[in-house]
Structures are given as C-alpha cells and as structure tokens.
C-alpha cells in the first residue's frame, strides 16, 4: 500500500531542490582544494580560482601575494577566505570544515544527490538545502511491505492488540500508528535530523542566506534558522565578493590617522601607521604623530624625546632618529609599548602592566577541581605569585569557615 503523505512527500522535497538548485546554481560535489592564492589558477569544489594580483597588489618571489587590504586579495575562488594577514602577504584558508563539502560558497553535507546515496533501494535520496535527505517510498516495495529507513523493505507487521507500541520501529523520525489490524509509520514531514528530531533544520547549512546580505548569518536555533549580524557592535563588517569578514577596518581608507607622511594600511583587519620620511621634504623626518618636522639635531644634554610614547629616538651621528615599537611588542596607545594591551593579545592568560601572565590577582586564578596528592581535601587558598597562581590547602579543624580562596577563618569570612 502506497502511503499518500510519504508520495506527496518526495515529490515536494524534490520541487523544492529544483527549484533551490536553479537560484544557488550548480554544485560541483567536489571536496576542497586548496589553493595558492596566486599565481596558478587553482580549480576548487563549486568555482574556479582565478591567479594573478588584485588591484593595488604585488607578488614577490614563491607566489606570495603582497596586499595592502583585503581588496587586494580575491582569488576569485567562493570556497576560500581571502584576507589581508597582519604581515602584509594575502591569507587564504578553506571557507567549510573538516567533512564539509563547498558548493559555490556555501557550505554542508552534500552539493547534489550523488553525495547521498544511501543503499537503500526503497528510499528517496535527495540533496535538499545542503543537507541529505532520505524519504522512505513504501511504493517501492510489495503489497504488504513497507520502506524502513535503513533496513528497506519490511514485512508490515500486525497489531492485534490496536496499540503504538506494538508497532515502534525505533525509528524517531516516523509516527508510529496501528490501522486495520496492520502497524502504519508516516514518516517526518519536515527534517529528520540525526539526534532524532523533527526539525525545519538540522544544522546552519540548511539555513541559506536568503537576502544575499554577507554581513548577516543564517544559524540554526533549536530546530529553528534565525538572522543574526556576523560581526559584532564594535567591528565593521567587510563584505567581499563572496564572503564578508570583522575587524576594525576593511581597507586602508579607513584607517586614515591625517598624519600625510605615514602610510596607512589595514592588515588582518587592524590599522597600521607607517612613518615615511621619504613624503617629507630634505631636513625633515616623518613624526607619527606630528607629520613632518625639522630634523632634530643632538648632542650631551639634548636627548631625542618623541611626543609619541610608542617612538624612541636615539642620537645618530647628532641628527635624531626616531623608530618605532620593536621585538614584536605592541603599541598601547598613551602607555608606549609592551608586550600587551589588553587581555586579548594573552591567549589564556592576563595582561599585567603590559605582560602577559596567568593571573594578575589571586581573583584571576580559578579553584581547582581536586587538590593534588598527597595533600587532603580541605580549605583552599589561592595567591597570586610573580604572575603565576599558587595554590595551598588546610584542613580547617581548629578554624572552622573554610573560606575560599583566601583560608581558614575562625570568625565569619571577611566576604
């Protein structure tokens, strides 16, 4: 027996696929191969990567693409990333993770119904939305049979007793019901995901991004796609050709500091300001902060003093020469340089006057789940030592509030 809601099922999923496949365009199926940014043209799966250098780029030897934004990199491939790294070279990195596959630019498990083929012969296998999909066909099978998801053709089994559990086929993805005698199982009529659940999606990749707005992100909420912003409230959003990224500047025009003699980049989404005596005239260098100024000139008792704290001027020759932040520290702006800013620039630690470290106070250092051996549960406290978290135990007989972190206490802890 031909179930009609399975039938009108398939024929709709597959409506919907035709109709998605012709506005997306063709998927080509293939898994990503990454490129090399430059030179070459690079074939990847859903689009060709074209070489050569962008508009205001230049190549140095190896193919190494220079770039002074991220304009200066598009590859013309939509399963890369192409960015502007922080060294000034284009960065290219796959746009789908591991197990993913690129469909001209966007990601999920299959680009057409070849990647979904299952082995069984009684279902449905569909590419819809990115995402495979398996819709049992009891047609396909004999008169008394019905389509299992994954074991195919089964004999319907009978229901004497008229109840739903005599006819669970430990399938979550169907309703499970007894009609004439005989177990009946309409299958979901939205997504069956792999947790089991009966879904408008599964993942993000069935989620597309129906606006075309690369600045927003299509996600899957609960079984639900929402709309939410890519970037944050604090970062600008950069949209590409195929694909949008964050930072605190998309091209060198943002990064306009009005000092005429120093070079404005934006690289790996942040501003830099180069100083370039060259755009001043003879007798004068390049102040980041001051423009073009007379050449200083030095000697006991006249130091180079810049007004910017992140330049130091040392006396060469009695002219003054200023540089700016070396050794790879950063420049704070109206600290000078350190090591660090903030505590985003120490990946798992804290930014201390400028260094990174695990803790700045004994609050920075968290509880240990269990206190080493030999040592006995008891009452911890936590310093913080020379930047690094030390940890002691007490067993709190005679003090009775264990007051953690900072001991015991044998009045109520002073918190």
Known sequence: MVHPARTSLAVALFSVALIASSLVGACSGGEFSEGPGAGAGTSGSGGMSAGGT??????????????????????????????CGAEGTCVYTPKCGPGERCCDGACGQCCEQADCMDGVSCTTDQCFNLFCAYVP???????????????GCKDKEPCPNGTVEECDDDDPCTEDSCSGGFCEHEYCELNCCPDGTCAECCGDGQCPNEDGDLCTVEVCEDGQCQTSEL?????????GADHASCGACCEPDDCDDGVPCTEDNCLGGECSHTANDENCANNEICDPTLGCVPVATCGPGSPCVSADKCTTGACVDGVCQFTGCTQGLNCCP?????????NSQCPGGFCCNGVCQECCTREDCPAQAQPPAPIPPGCESRQCVGGTCVYSYEICDFAPNCCAPYGCYVEDCPF
Do not use: K, W
Request: proline share 5%.
């Open 334 to 342: 109206g600290v000078g340089c350190r090591q660090c800013c903030d």
């Open 54 to 83: 962008g508009a205001g780029g230049g190549s140095t030897p190896g193919g190494t693409r220079r770039c002074a934004g991220p304009a200066d990199c598009d590859d013309l491939n939509p399963c890369t990333i192409d960015e």
């Open 231 to 239: 970037c944050t409230s604090t970062e600008r959003c950069c949209a």
């Open 137 to 151: 066909d009891d047609g396909a099978c004999g008169v008394d049979q019905y389509c299992h998801g994954t074991d």
